[in-house]
């Protein structure tokens, strides 16, 4: 096997997806990029190279030179981000993926990692347990730019035999890194808040549901489907995976059980038009039957390990 390129590695995902992608196929397997040379701190434990995705000469020289044989491909700018600047998010998202495409085409690369979103789904979608294919209407141009990107990977995959493997990530929530420019953000927040004795201000509503996932069971699926045999993805646009959903009440109490003191109020902006947009729950079925998917934690196990897992990555009065 060749190298293995992760693509925003900087980010939320990208920091800790690199790590148990260098941990499972060795440091000097995996070279981690990022436009922002100074994510390169996170990564003393393998290469790392300054790439803007969206200079393909750029990423055509580290693919060829390091023997680059699978790709992950995860900057983008997410759905709040977007919605600020819409003709940014799309050139960078679909840009940005093409570039990927072409070049994984021309240089024969195994194996793409490219990650959607429940953002493809809209106000018609079906609400409760979102079916693979649902109909979509998505109405942020980063749901709409997944959703043609999901139709992008298909035509590569069908048209040029490019291998692109792809999720649909609920909201991701981890201790390692703070997102930056989602709607589903404020449920990372919200320990930082509880840890730092600080009252907590939620963007959404008490009772929005949203599709939910701990960054372990993120990565395991994303991991697992990688190592799938190609013959068994019989989805070439993108998996529904699901893990948790829950609602800003829910998870307060939920961390109310360590940090009993903890004060919560809403203030719901522009992100609660996003939200009810999107889906409560997601059925992943599909993935359970063509790989076996399934998630492992809980809201309270996910709330127990973040709680004693933060404090190594961040300080707290
Ligand atoms: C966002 O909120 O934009 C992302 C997502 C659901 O893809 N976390």
Not at 77 to 104: R, T
């Amino acid at each position: 096997m060749g190298k293995i390129l992760v693509i925003g590695a900087g980010g939320q995902l990208g920091t800790e997806l690199t790590k148990v992608l260098a941990d499972q196929y060795g440091n000097e397997s995996v070279i981690a990029t990022d436009f922002q040379e100074s994510a390169g701190s996170k990564f003393s434990y393998c290469a790392f190279h300054t790439l803007n995705v969206m200079n393909k000469a750029e990423l055509e020289i580290i693919v060829k030179k390091e023997g680059v044989s699978q790709i992950y491909h995860l900057a983008a700018i997410l759905s709040a981000a977007g919605e600020k600047n819409p003709l940014q998010a799309w050139d960078l998202n679909m840009g940005g993926l093409l570039n990927v495409l072409e070049v994984a085409r021309a240089y024969k690369i195994e194996k793409v990692f490219w990650p959607s979103s429940i953002a493809v789904f809209g106000p018609s979608s079906e609400k409760e347990r979102t079916p693979q294919n649902a109909f979509k209407d998505p109405n942020t141009i980063y749901g709409i730019s997944k959703l043609s990107g999901e139709h992008w990977c298909e035509y590569y995959f069908n048209k040029y035999g490019v291998d692109v493997r792809s999720v649909r990530y609920p909201g991701l929530i981890g201790y390692k890194s703070l997102p930056g420019g989602g709607t589903t953000d404020y449920a990372v927040d919200i320990y930082h808040k509880a840890m730092s004795g600080e009252k907590f201000t939620c963007f959404l509503n008490e009772h929005t549901y949203l599709p939910m996932m701990y960054m372990d069971d993120a990565i395991n699926a994303t991991l697992q489907l990688m190592e799938v045999p190609k013959e068994k993805i019989t989805i070439k646009t993108s998996y529904n995976i699901a893990g948790l959903s829950f609602s800003p009440t829910e998870i307060y109490q939920s961390v109310l059980k360590h940090y009993p003191n903890f004060k919560m109020e809403y203030h719901s902006d522009f992100r609660q038009a996003i939200a009810d947009s999107w889906p409560n729950s997601i059925d992943d079925s599909v993935a359970k039957a063509d790989w076996n998917w399934k998630p492992k934690f809980d809201l309270d196990t996910m709330t127990s390990a973040i709680i004693t897992n933060l404090p190594a990555y961040f300080k707290f009065k």
